[in-house]
């Protein structure tokens, strides 16, 4: 299971960080990816980082404001975002898969529940 907190209503320019606590699963072996959907919206992809190297990707809509990372022993990943923008705006969630990351909502199989960031402009 994995259990997404940390959403809330910002102002823009400002930060937020977002976690997402992994259980009954060996986390370590999971690669995990943070996606957004905006109501009316597809479900997009974020960022993603590997399990075994730690490598990341981002889409090109954050990159520079927001940095994932995961802490193994507490098998939880972050979202780091900064210079919030209005058009940031979504629920936000995790999803873990086997395997390297990838930005395909389709290849996560685990997904969190949600969690939901407001940015006012």
């Known amino acids: 299971q994995l259990q997404a907190s940390g959403g809330g209503l910002v102002q823009a320019g400002g930060s937020l960080r977002l976690s997402c606590a992994a259980s009954g699963r060996t986390f370590s072996s999971l690669s995990m990816g943070w996606f957004r959907q905006a109501p009316g919206k597809e479900r997009e992809f974020v960022a993603a980082?590997?399990?075994?190297?730690?490598?990341?990707n981002y889409a090109d809509s954050v990159k520079g404001r927001f940095t994932i990372s995961r802490d193994n022993a507490k098998n939880t990943v972050y979202l780091q975002m900064s210079s919030l923008k209005p058009e940031d705006t979504a629920v936000y969630y995790c999803?873990?898969?086997?395997?390297?990351?990838?930005?395909?909502?389709?290849?996560?199989?685990?997904w969190g529940q949600g969690t939901q960031v407001t940015v006012s402009s």
């Open positions: 980082i590997s399990w075994s190297d730690g490598s990341t």
């Open positions: 999803a873990a898969r086997t395997g390297g990351w990838t930005i395909r909502v389709s290849d996560y199989a685990l």
